[in-house]
């Protein structure tokens, strides 16, 4: 058997019904990986077992309480966590039967819990349940690594410290926790459709992951506009997928994808919500940002795309959500719609700003508008500031590039 591939595979859940046992984010984390250390030595030798995800489990949670028991000070913890476990535990046969069994489910709620501030919700989901490391959780959020890891240190103290309970809170309280769960699985999704760093093109295992969350997200709110636009935005992001990479792993903008290759049971049921979303009259950040999918999606061709309507979309998002990021999508609209040279205006101000000065995708946006013109030797200028603070390196490649595209134009200097 492959352990890594199990480990990339299979980790999340296992550590999720671990914490559950354990009661202790650190020592579920440090004890799963002294179990994986175990199956490397012993696996090879005694053969794997039928249930390796239980196997893993088991014999983490054993050494946890041989941890604890050598510890005189934690006798406490050591009988909370006897208590937590069964004597002869064994775990269900499938974690994915039932929404509300669901230990993953449950620890997206435990993380997003009000007493948590909003980034540090995030933040842990993201290094539990996806295994993401604190420097690409630092880049998704655009702050430094040791602010991060600060983060999440404060936020598991909290959790032990206040007894935060694991588990999917009952109907009445669900709604306080919504908004929370929302982004965290929308940022499951984002790292794994454009992971903020490495060499990897992408973690189609995220995206599974995180549409999956999201579905029983909306199972357990049906009304809740918002998770409904979630889910949309997944699956129409999703459903572009096979089409976003060449042969060779390289990049493939929206405008040159072979739209042929995009999956039309995925538009199909991500146009359904999304307007199901924007005509509840309801629709937020995820219902809008779904609308706007769905009109990519639905144009045949690339010259089909209403722009115009796109950035109107973008427009109300920017009311209602205003963002850097928000600002940056919708100025790169407006280019598209009304000409390069008002999207490079509005790019200006936000240049000028600073908010989101370690942002590759804004001097990336700013090379696309000036290649639209003709303005080769600015764009290569905006091209080089873009790879020069670009974290992936596929994206870097895609940089790459358009800048020897631009740099061969008449009268570019190299």
Same mark, same amino acid.
């Given at each position: #058997?492959?352990?890594?591939?199990?480990?990339?595979?299979?980790?999340?859940?296992?550590?999720?019904?671990?914490? !559950?046992?354990?009661?202790?984010?650190?020592?579920?984390?440090? #004890?799963? @990986?002294?179990?994986?250390?175990?199956?490397?030595?012993?696996?090879?030798?005694?053969?794997?077992?039928?249930?390796?995800?239980?196997?893993?489990?088991?014999?983490?949670?054993?050494?946890?309480?041989?941890?604890?028991?050598?510890?005189?000070?934690?006798?406490? &913890?050591?009988?909370?966590?006897?208590?937590?476990?069964?004597?002869?535990?064994?775990?269900?046969?499938?974690?994915?039967? $039932?929404?509300?069994?669901?230990? !993953?489910?449950?620890?997206?709620?435990?993380?997003?819990?009000?007493?948590?501030?909003?980034?540090?919700?995030?933040?842990? =989901?993201?290094?539990?349940?996806?295994?993401?490391?604190?420097?690409?959780?630092?880049?998704?959020?655009?702050?430094?690594?040791?602010?991060?890891?600060?983060?999440?240190?404060?936020?598991?103290?909290?959790?032990?410290?206040?007894?935060?309970?694991?588990?999917?809170?009952?109907?009445? /309280?669900?709604?306080?926790?919504?908004?929370?769960?929302?982004?965290?699985?929308?940022?499951?999704?984002?790292?794994?459709?454009?992971? =903020? +760093?490495?060499?990897?093109?992408?973690?189609?295992?995220?995206?599974?992951?995180?549409?999956?969350?999201?579905?029983?997200?909306?199972?357990?709110?049906?009304?809740?506009?918002?998770?409904?636009?979630?889910?949309?935005?997944?699956?129409? @992001?999703?459903?572009?997928?096979?089409?976003?990479?060449?042969?060779?792993?390289?990049?493939?903008?929206?405008?040159?994808?072979?739209? =042929?290759?995009?999956?039309?049971?995925?538009?199909?049921?991500?146009?359904?919500?999304?307007?199901?979303?924007?005509?509840?009259?309801?629709? +937020?950040? %995820?219902?809008?940002?779904?609308?706007?999918?769905?009109?990519?999606? @639905?144009?045949?061709?690339?010259?089909?795309?209403?722009?115009?309507?796109?950035?109107?979309?973008?427009?109300?998002?920017?009311?209602?959500?205003?963002?850097?990021?928000?600002?940056?999508?919708?100025?790169?609209?407006?280019? #598209?719609?009304?000409?390069? $040279? /008002?999207?490079?205006?509005?790019?200006?101000?936000?240049?000028?700003?600073?908010?989101?000065?370690?942002?590759?995708?804004?001097?990336?946006? &700013?090379?696309?508008?000036?290649?639209?013109?003709?303005?080769?030797?600015? *764009?290569?200028? *905006? %091209?080089?500031?873009?790879?020069?603070?670009?974290?992936?390196?596929?994206?870097?490649? %895609?940089?790459?590039?358009?800048?020897?595209?631009?740099?061969?134009?008449?009268? =570019?200097?190299?």
């Amino acid at each position: #058997m492959d352990i890594g591939g199990l480990y990339k595979d299979e980790r999340p859940r296992a550590l999720a019904t671990l914490i !559950r046992l354990v009661g202790d984010f650190d020592l579920a984390e440090e #004890m799963l @990986q002294e179990a994986f250390a175990t199956a490397l030595e012993r696996w090879p030798r005694d053969g794997v077992p039928a249930n390796p995800v239980a196997w893993l489990v088991s014999t983490a949670r054993h050494k946890a309480i041989d941890r604890l028991r050598r510890a005189a000070s934690l006798d406490a &913890k050591r009988f909370e966590v006897a208590a937590r476990t069964p004597a002869a535990w064994c775990p269900e046969p499938d974690l994915d039967e $039932e929404p509300l069994t669901d230990d !993953r489910l449950r620890l997206i709620f435990t993380c997003c819990h009000p007493a948590l501030a909003p980034e540090a919700q995030v933040a842990l =989901t993201l290094k539990t349940l996806c295994g993401l490391s604190v420097d690409e959780i630092a880049r998704a959020f655009l702050v430094p690594a040791p602010t991060m890891a600060q983060r999440l240190i404060r936020a598991k103290g909290k959790i032990r410290l206040a007894r935060i309970p694991y588990e999917v809170p009952a109907a009445d /309280r669900l709604a306080e926790r919504l908004s929370g769960v929302l982004r965290v699985v929308y940022l499951v999704f984002n790292e794994g459709y454009a992971p =903020t +760093g490495g060499s990897g093109s992408l973690r189609p295992d995220l995206c599974v992951e995180a549409i999956r969350l999201a579905r029983h997200v909306h199972a357990l709110l049906p009304g809740e506009s918002e998770a409904a636009g979630l889910l949309a935005l997944l699956l129409l @992001q999703d459903s572009r997928r096979a089409a976003r990479f060449d042969r060779s792993g390289d990049l493939v903008s929206l405008e040159e994808q072979d739209r =042929t290759l995009w999956d039309p049971d995925e538009i199909a049921e991500g146009s359904r919500l999304a307007e199901r979303a924007l005509r509840s009259g309801r629709a +937020g950040f %995820y219902g809008l940002q779904a609308a706007i999918a769905a009109i990519h999606a @639905q144009a045949v061709r690339p010259g089909d795309t209403d722009w115009r309507q796109i950035a109107i979309l973008y427009a109300l998002l920017l009311r209602a959500h205003p963002s850097p990021v928000v600002a940056l999508n919708h100025a790169a609209a407006v280019g #598209m719609a009304e000409g390069p $040279e /008002r999207g490079l205006a509005l790019l200006d101000g936000l240049e000028r700003s600073g908010d989101l000065a370690r942002f590759h995708l804004l001097p990336a946006a &700013k090379a696309d508008l000036l290649r639209r013109l003709g303005r080769s030797a600015e *764009a290569a200028i *905006a %091209y080089r500031e873009a790879l020069r603070i670009v974290g992936n390196d596929v994206e870097r490649r %895609y940089l790459e590039r358009r800048l020897q595209e631009v740099s061969r134009a008449p009268g =570019t200097s190299g």
